[in-house]
């Protein structure tokens, strides 16, 4: 078989083994956390960085939820690495932020962080942060799930089918996921913008045919 149907046919069986009682635990938490007021932080590195942004994005707009992602605060960042160092570089963003009960942490990783292999750090420390505070830790990760998934109240592991392919498919499931949790019935407030367009031109179309 070619690359091309192999890395096809493998997010596929991903799709498969997905735990959608674990998925529902994080929709279940993300609405206690709109309901009660509190706050979304994303956080990741590399890839999970820039999902971060998008998510933000997405929860924000389509889930009614005050999101924020603390890397997307550029200046912020780099003068605590520079400073402080990347280890401690989200903690304290949180802390600064106040990160509290009622609050979610959610994180995008591949490992999950290990602090003993000294892997993702800045992702152990941020959930340590967030636990420590009363905050709610969900996370989805790859892998075993790593410190991640020791802490997570909602720890949703996509699972190895290929071992030379365990980033790229992990990092596009985590897309996957979190479009899953914004399109949910329980937390979507709006429609994206083809489906609301879709709405209107069929009720659009209904009208014309009374006619």
Same mark, same amino acid.
């Given at each position: 078989?070619?690359?091309?149907?192999?890395?096809?046919?493998?997010?596929?069986?991903?799709?498969?083994?997905?735990?959608?009682?674990?998925?529902?635990?994080?929709?279940?938490?993300?609405?206690?956390?709109?309901?009660?007021?509190?706050?979304? #932080?994303? =956080? @990741?590195? $590399?890839?999970?960085?820039?999902?971060? !942004?998008?998510?933000?994005?997405?929860?924000? %707009?389509? +889930?009614?939820?005050?999101?924020?992602?603390?890397?997307?605060?550029?200046?912020?960042?780099?003068?605590?690495?520079?400073?402080?160092?990347?280890?401690?570089?989200?903690?304290?963003?949180?802390?600064?932020?106040?990160?509290?009960?009622?609050?979610?942490?959610?994180? #995008?990783? =591949? @490992?999950? $962080?290990?602090?003993?292999?000294?892997? !993702?750090?800045?992702?152990?420390?941020?959930? %340590?942060? +967030?636990?420590?505070?009363?905050?709610?830790?969900?996370?989805?990760?790859?892998?075993?799930?790593?410190?991640?998934?020791?802490?997570?109240?909602?720890?949703?592991?996509?699972?190895?089918?290929?071992?030379?392919?365990?980033?790229?498919?992990?990092?596009?499931?985590?897309?996957? =996921?979190?479009?899953?949790?914004?399109?949910?019935?329980?937390?979507?407030?709006?429609?994206?913008?083809?489906?609301?367009?879709?709405?209107?031109?069929?009720?659009?179309?209904?009208?014309?045919?009374?006619?």
């Amino acid at each position: 078989m070619s690359f091309t149907p192999h890395y096809l046919a493998k997010i596929a069986e991903v799709a498969t083994l997905l735990d959608p009682v674990i998925i529902d635990r994080a929709v279940h938490i993300l609405r206690a956390t709109r309901e009660n007021g509190g706050r979304l #932080f994303i =956080v @990741g590195s $590399g890839g999970g960085a820039g999902h971060a !942004s998008h998510a933000v994005c997405d929860f924000r %707009k389509l +889930a009614a939820i005050e999101a924020y992602a603390p890397t997307d605060n550029v200046s912020e960042l780099t003068a605590r690495i520079n400073d402080d160092g990347w280890e401690s570089s989200l903690a304290n963003s949180l802390k600064v932020s106040k990160i509290r009960a009622h609050d979610t942490l959610l994180i #995008f990783s =591949v @490992g999950g $962080g290990n602090e003993i292999k000294n892997i !993702s750090v800045n992702l152990v420390n941020a959930a %340590k942060t +967030a636990k420590e505070n009363g905050a709610s830790v969900i996370a989805i990760v790859g892998r075993d799930g790593g410190y991640a998934a020791q802490v997570g109240d909602a720890t949703i592991i996509i699972p190895i089918v290929d071992a030379d392919l365990v980033t790229p498919i992990t990092e596009s499931y985590q897309a996957v =996921v979190w479009h899953l949790l914004v399109s949910h019935p329980d937390l979507q407030a709006s429609t994206a913008k083809w489906e609301s367009t879709e709405e209107r031109l069929k009720n659009w179309n209904s009208e014309i045919l009374k006619f």
